[in-house]
């Protein structure tokens, strides 16, 4: 049997406490090609912080108190060019080039700091949230412009009739591509299922006066679902939560599955750009447009 270095022995250990507390094991995302123990005597410690902190960091990195970074660690990769795990010495490598290009302390450790210009990244790629920087609310399309859904492609758990036509055309190439792709997706005919898409402006304004939850995360005020360009598409959900559920452990779980994966590494290629806090939510930006790392 061979025997394990002691820095190997150290993350091991490390990353086995973490997930056994946590209850949850980290989705096996390495790449046969990819080298992910590269330069371990130079990135053991920050490795060792990571494969801990993936689990166990108390932050708030939106409206409410969250364990862990799990839940955006296939963002984070993807930006990163690795599927190295978290506890890797590479993804420490990486992230500490990362931290250099932005002129952050290169510790090779995942922080909130760090986390906060991912987050600015991810969000400029979405044209509607810089026109909101600029106080522009989009106008909806005329009706012209949207396509109808057919019913396959309708989740069961809320109903949504239209999108923009081309965002239809480009969602509908993107979920043959998944399910040709992926054995869990083509077995599941729920996955990919939209349960938003073309919201009508006067209706959900309504429903945030009746319903008091227009925050700015769970419900904008004003909603890019208004451009019917953005699609809330079913990427599994825990057992007692719903498919929108917004608690850590849900989105965790979202996070893990096979359908979210290979959204966060195919969906640019189709034209849609992700919303890092829902793991379900995604904006067509058109096809050729999306900024990849």
Same mark, same amino acid.
């Given at each position: 049997?061979?025997?394990? +270095?002691?820095?190997?022995? !150290? ?15 980290? #989705? ?24 801990? +902190?993936?689990?166990? %960091? ?18 984070? =990769?993807? *930006? ?15 992230? #500490? ?8 302390? &290169? ?25 909101? %920087?600029?106080? !522009? ?11 109808? $859904? ?33 054995? *869990? !997706?083509? &077995?599941?005919?729920?996955? $990919? =299922? !939209? ?21 700015? %995360?769970?419900? #904008? ?11 809330? $598409? ?20 979202? +996070? ?34 999306? &900024?990849?790392?």
């Amino acid at each position: 049997m061979k025997r394990l +270095s002691v820095p190997s022995r !150290i993350r091991c250990v490390a990353l086995a406490v973490a997930t056994a507390l946590a209850g949850f094991a980290l #989705a096996p995302t390495v790449r046969a090609e990819e080298i992910c123990d590269a330069g371990s005597d130079v990135w053991v410690a920050a490795a060792t912080g990571n494969g801990a +902190s993936v689990f166990g %960091l108390v932050w708030t990195p939106f409206d409410r108190e969250e364990y862990g970074w799990l839940a955006y660690a296939p963002l984070i =990769q993807h *930006e990163l060019e690795t599927q190295c795990d978290p506890s890797s010495p590479t993804f420490a490598a990486k992230l #500490a080039a990362f931290q250099t290009r932005f002129q952050l302390p &290169a510790t090779g450790q995942f922080d909130p700091a760090t986390f906060q210009v991912f987050r600015g990244l991810w969000q400029e790629r979405r044209p509607f949230v810089m026109a909101r %920087l600029a106080h !522009i609310c989009p106008d909806p399309p005329p009706l012209r412009e949207l396509g109808y $859904l057919v019913a396959e492609e309708e989740h069961a758990d809320r109903l949504t009739r239209l999108l923009r036509r081309d965002t239809l055309d480009a969602y509908r190439r993107m979920v043959t591509a998944a399910r040709a792709e992926v054995p *869990e !997706i083509a &077995a599941d005919p729920e996955l $990919l =299922q !939209i349960f938003s898409g073309f919201r009508d402006p006067d209706a959900d304004a309504a429903r945030c006066v009746t319903e008091r939850n227009c925050d700015g %995360l769970r419900r #904008a005020v004003c909603s890019p679902h208004r451009t019917g360009a953005a699609v809330d $598409l079913y990427v599994g959900h825990i057992e007692g939560l719903g498919v929108d559920s917004t608690h850590p452990d849900s989105r965790r779980h979202m +996070s893990q599955g096979a359908t979210y994966r290979w959204l966060v590494r195919n969906a640019g290629r189709f034209g849609f750009v992700p919303y890092v806090y829902e793991p379900w939510h995604w904006e067509y930006v058109g096809e050729g447009e999306v &900024a990849t790392p």
